[in-house]
Every structure is written in structure tokens, then in C-alpha cells.
């Protein structure tokens, strides 16, 4: 089979690892392969298993009904490349430091991502698609730590000229890499979408697969919660016309038409990430490796499809964090068809997989392994995670907050005066009403701004060379 000059360049880099001794670890068992797949602003109601009834995702479903489904998983900085970082490194933004999309991993960060860790231990590597951390000029650094890499800096685009169309692009790319896996060495391929993303600045924006533009027709969409103009009629001037969000919600979402049209497009750009989960799964199974293969499917953050006035993500509201998780371990002592309802975060996934992989993450990690509540333990868990955006952008506001599980709470912090917003999901899971000014719960109010900067405090002590913990 043909190789991509990349991957030459990759087989080239694994020899010279090997002869420094970094090659195959002696086990008595070979280590499962490790499927990564990971889609661009895919929340966890979209799709059938996360509950929603349109969304056509049967392999989606699938993995969810083989495996363990997380129905409380949310990302710690909602923007792709902060996010991308995070699953990488298994680091919290503040610890890897990346707040935007100029700034690549470091070789330290390199080095003690799940990729290169791997590699390291025999596996082979691969990554397909959207990478998303650094920019065109860091890519190619990015390229010789895989042995084989497919992966392209910034959007891409959905429609090229004499390409399939991008998803199905990189579902070729992915059968290609598992055509060149064999069962006599363990493999890890990181499959990054683009969609559902948006293609940013060409209408209709989510351009889906053109053989898929008539799959909802004849449907007409129920509009979601807070799309009633009252939330956003109650904001701020700073978080109102001249934001990001709002101006790409006139963009996309503008009227009922253009709502029901975009949120169409987007169910069929998931629905065609779904097709090519379910090649990849067709692929594993007929060449016998699915039954030791881990999949790990989840998103790189949130999204508004026009709930509070918005578009995009960015905030701390659920519709913006709370992204789906699956993870099919066909190993014994999985519990296959389960779900559980702990708090997970995008930052469990690089120590996940190395925990897959029978490698210990440093001590130094924010994540955790997900793997013992896959296998249905118990273990003692968080109960509470920090949330950071600190992207520089003029119409992106910045926002920090902290999330218990029964209570949230998020400030502008540079707004003048700060805006605060506090919700008790116990008793208003959508966060209809803002409490932030309820004297009725203002020692609840006082715990959460207190433990907000305690997380703060701690995550920025925190040091590559020390063990990490929480704070108390």
C-alpha cells in the first residue's frame, strides 16, 4: 500500500526510536488499539443516544449501546484549540498555557501527550484530520511525532474540487491507516472531524455532504429552549449586538427559515460523521481487531444553535460545555449498555487512553481515568471542576466559573461592573433563572465565588514537575 510522505517520514522517526530504545515494550499481552474519535461542536443532545429523536446515528448509538455512555461530560475551556490542547496533554488551559490558536504544544507537552507516549511504547500512531493546536507553521512539527499524519492546521474546507466531501475524505484517510494495521502490533488512530462545524464566512455555513441536503425535508424543527429573545433582552450591552455570538446568530439563524434550514445541515453533518464511524467499525470487524479495539468518542465542545440569541459557544452555559462521551471497552469487566452520571471532563481522555495503553499518567495530570467507571467501580470522584475562557478576542467576552454538579456559577470578570450568573441545576437544569442577586441564596453564592478562587489559586501554582490535586 502506498504511503503518504508523512507516514515515510514517521516509519523513519519509529526506527531511529527504537534503535535508542524506545521500541515494542515486552508484555505478556498485547495492549488494546485505541480509537479516538473526536467531532467539532457536536453537544451532548445531539444525537440519539444523548436524546435526541431526529438525528439520524445508528453507529453513534451503537458505541453507546456497546459500551459506557457519560451523561454529564463537559469541556474545560469551550474553543477548539484550548480544548484540543486539553485532550492532548490532559491539562487544564491555565496548566498548558494555550489560549488561542496561535501557540503549538511544547516538546515537554509533546512528550507527555498520549501520542507520543504511546508511540514510545510500540504502538503505532496515526491522526487524521482538523488538528487544531498551532497554526500552518507548526504542522509539520506536529507531523513527525505520528507515524502516520493526515492532520491540517486551521478549518479546511468542507467542498474541494475532485475530493469527496471533507467527512468522507477523512474517512478514507481513517480505512487507510486501519488497512496498514496488522494484530501483531497495537495501533492508536485519533480521528478529528470538522463537522458539524460551521465553514466560517461561506453561506449556508454548515455545508453538509450535497447527498445528504434532502434527508430532512418535509420536517418541520420544534425550536429549543430560550429562543423566546426574553434571556437575551436581559443581558448586558456588553454581551448583546456587538459580540461574536450574536453577530453569527444573525448570520445563521437570523429568521425562522434561516434557523430551520441551518439546524438541518447541521443534523446532517453529524449524520454524516455517523456514516463514517460506521465504516471504520465495518473495517475493524472484518479484520478482526474490533473485539480489542477501545473507541472513544466524544466532542471538542458545545454548541448555541440560536438558544439566548446566540451562535457559536464560548460561555458557560450547558448548550456551550456539555459535550457527549463514550467509551467501548470490549475488554472483560466493562459494563457494556451503562451509563453514568459522574462529572467527566475532556481532560480525562489523555489519561484515559494511556490507562488503556497499561501506561501510568504523571503525577503532575489534571485528568483522570475514566477506566474504572467503565468497568462500573466506584471510585472516589470529583464533585466539582473549574471552568476557564480566556481567549483574547474584542467581541468574546473572557469568563471563569465553577460547576458543583446542583449549582453553576460564572463572571465576566473584566466587564465593568463584573457580571455574574448562578443557576441551581438541581431544581432548573435549563438555568432560567439567574440567581447571582438572590439574597435567598447568597451564602450558597458566597461557597461558589469562594471555591472559584481557590481552583484559581491552585491551577495557577501548579508546576509540570509536582503532583497535582484539587483543591480542598
Request: charged share 25%.
Amino acid at each position: 500500500m502506498r504511503q503518504t510522505r508523512r507516514e515515510v517520514l514517521g516509519t523513519l522517526a519509529t526506527a531511529a526510536g527504537a534503535a535508542l530504545g524506545c521500541g515494542p515494550r515486552a508484555s505478556r499481552e498485547r495492549p488494546p488499539n485505541v480509537l479516538f474519535l473526536l467531532t467539532d461542536d457536536q453537544r451532548f443532545d445531539m444525537f440519539g443516544a444523548g436524546g435526541n429523536p431526529i438525528i439520524r446515528t445508528p453507529n453513534m448509538d451503537r458505541l453507546a449501546d456497546e459500551g459506557v455512555l457519560f451523561t454529564n461530560n463537559y469541556v474545560t475551556t469551550s474553543i477548539c484549540a484550548v480544548s484540543r490542547a486539553s485532550f492532548f496533554t490532559g491539562l487544564y488551559a491555565r496548566c498548558h498555557g494555550i489560549h488561542g490558536f496561535a501557540t503549538p504544544l511544547s516538546d515537554e507537552q509533546h512528550q507527555q501527550s498520549y501520542p507520543v507516549r504511546l508511540r514510545e511504547a510500540g504502538y503505532r500512531t496515526g491522526f487524521v484530520g482538523k488538528y487544531g493546536v498551532g497554526n500552518a507553521q507548526h504542522i509539520e512539527d506536529a507531523a513527525k511525532r505520528f507515524d502516520y499524519f493526515e492532520g491540517w492546521p486551521g478549518q479546511g474546507q468542507y467542498l474541494v474540487p475532485g475530493r469527496a466531501h471533507m467527512t468522507e475524505h477523512l474517512g478514507n484517510q481513517a480505512l487507510e491507516f486501519l488497512q496498514g494495521t496488522t494484530t501483531d502490533q497495537p495501533w492508536n488512530l485519533s480521528v478529528s472531524f470538522k463537522a458539524p462545524h460551521v465553514q466560517d464566512g461561506v453561506a449556508p455555513y454548515f455545508i453538509n455532504d450535497p447527498r445528504l441536503d434532502d434527508m430532512y425535508d418535509g420536517l418541520r424543527l420544534q425550536q429549543f429552549p430560550h429562543m423566546d429573545g426574553s434571556y437575551y433582552r436581559s443581558l448586558p450591552e456588553f454581551l448583546q449586538a456587538d459580540t461574536e455570538s450574536r453577530i453569527r446568530f444573525e448570520r445563521r439563524f437570523g429568521t425562522p427559515e434561516r434557523w430551520e434550514e441551518s439546524v438541518k445541515r447541521y443534523y446532517a453533518l453529524i449524520h454524516g460523521v455517523d456514516l463514517q464511524i460506521g465504516r471504520m467499525l465495518a473495517a475493524l470487524e472484518a479484520n478482526g481487531q474490533l473485539d480489542n479495539t477501545v473507541v472513544i468518542f466524544t466532542g471538542d465542545n458545545g454548541f448555541f444553535l440560536g438558544e439566548r440569541g446566540w451562535a457559536g459557544k464560548w460561555y458557560m452555559h450547558e448548550e456551550s460545555i456539555r459535550t457527549p462521551m463514550v467509551i467501548r471497552d470490549p475488554r472483560p469487566g466493562a459494563r457494556a449498555g451503562t451509563r453514568r452520571r459522574e462529572m467527566t471532563l475532556n481532560i480525562d481522555v489523555c489519561p484515559t487512553i494511556l490507562s488503556a495503553a497499561g501506561l501510568e499518567a504523571p503525577p503532575s495530570m489534571n485528568g483522570r481515568d475514566l477506566l474504572p467507571l467503565v468497568r462500573g467501580e466506584s471510585p472516589d470522584w470529583r464533585t466539582e471542576w473549574f471552568y476557564e475562557h480566556l481567549f483574547e478576542h474584542p467581541r468574546v467576552p473572557k469568563s471563569e466559573g465553577v460547576h458543583t454538579g446542583d449549582w453553576k456559577y460564572f463572571v465576566f470578570h473584566e466587564a465593568q461592573p463584573q457580571h455574574e450568573e448562578a443557576y441551581h441545576l438541581a431544581v432548573d437544569p435549563h438555568e432560567t433563572i439567574n440567581l447571582a442577586n438572590s439574597e435567598q441564596h447568597a451564602a450558597a453564592l458566597d461557597r461558589l465565588r469562594s471555591r472559584m478562587q481557590a481552583w484559581k489559586e491552585n491551577l495557577e501554582a501548579w508546576t509540570v514537575d509536582s503532583p497535582w490535586s484539587e483543591p480542598a
